[in-house]
């Protein structure tokens, strides 16, 4: 199939002078000419339609498109290869193919943010148009331009901030105080706490099983030990599993006892003998 309104990028017909790892592309000129002909062998992208693309052998130019939701990944010639729109740069080709849609995949592939904004760290993740919703770990916000969790004040999300996400505000300090990135117990669980970065952004951290938060000397410390946690782990774990958590058996060497040495049995060296004695058996 030719080209109809589409035209090969003009970074197409200096593809035999990239680099080994060139970052991506940007297009010049937007109006390229339609070219009847190809610069070389390979795939070029098209100037305006960033899932568009083309194939030159030849000679012929045949025009392609990436599966819905996909777009071409345009850093090497030799390579037919499309890729999720996060990890390609489309500013300077932003156009995109009528989309297919189905329940909860706006595409047929590709991340998407929960329809319900307030829903912060749930996303679909769509192929062929099926989708399978993915929650983030707790305390972690689904970001929109990279597809992966990230912390409320990276994903800058509206209605995702820290604040909204954790319920907690860290308290005013000095400037100086906040480089140290304070800590504070968590009021709603002993096993939690938050980490302010800088002294005003709040991240949530925890301690592991069994242990809790100390806000008096500001770490983690057996629950048992923390006055106002001790019975946090009541309807969780007995006293024997608190216990086994905090006193963990140690393995005991096993015992050495007597093993045959491995090395090979070297021959005597043969005693020298001194010069007098050689002169006096000569006699």
């Known amino acids: 199939m030719r080209p109809g309104n589409g035209s090969l990028t003009a970074a197409a017909k200096s593809a035999n002078k990239k680099a080994a790892n060139p970052p ?28 568009k693309y083309y194939q030159c052998r ?15 990944n345009d850093y090497n010639p030799d390579d037919e290869k499309c890729d999720l729109p996060i990890n390609i740069d489309c500013s300077q080709r ?3 193919q009528t989309p297919i849609s189905s329940l909860h995949c706006p595409r047929l592939h590709g991340y998407f943010a929960h329809e319900d904004p307030k829903e912060c760290g749930k996303f679909y993740f769509c192929v062929d148009g099926k989708f399978n919703m993915i929650t983030c770990p707790s305390g972690l916000v689904y970001n929109e331009k990279t597809g992966i969790c990230t912390w409320p004040d990276e994903a800058k999300k509206k209605g995702c901030g820290a604040s909204e996400v954790f319920d907690f505000d860290c308290p005013p300090v000095n400037e100086t105080f906040g480089l140290t990135h304070p800590r504070y117990a968590d009021p709603a669980d002993c096993q ?9 952004t709040p991240r949530r951290s925890g301690c592991k099983l069994g242990q809790a938060f100390d806000d008096v000397h500001k770490k983690c410390e057996w629950a048992r030990k923390v006055p106002e946690c001790a019975d946090w782990y009541k309807d969780q774990l007995t006293d ?25 049995g070297q021959r005597p060296k043969p005693k020298s003998v001194p010069a007098e004695e050689d002169e006096s058996a000569e006699k």
């Open 192 to 200: 939690y706490f938050y980490v302010c970065i800088n002294g005003n």
């Open 240 to 264: 024997a599993e608190l216990d086994a958590l905090e006193n963990p058996p140690t393995l005991k060497p096993k015992p050495s006892g007597s093993q045959q040495s491995r090395r090979k």
């Open 58 to 72: 030849d000679g012929e130019i045949t025009e392609k498109l990436c599966p819905d939701g996909m777009v071409f």
């Open 94 to 96: 932003p156009k995109l």
């Open 24 to 51: 991506a592309r940007v297009l010049e000129d937007k109006d390229a000419e339609i070219t009847s002909s190809c610069p070389e062998d390979g795939f070029f992208a098209d100037a305006e339609q960033c899932d």
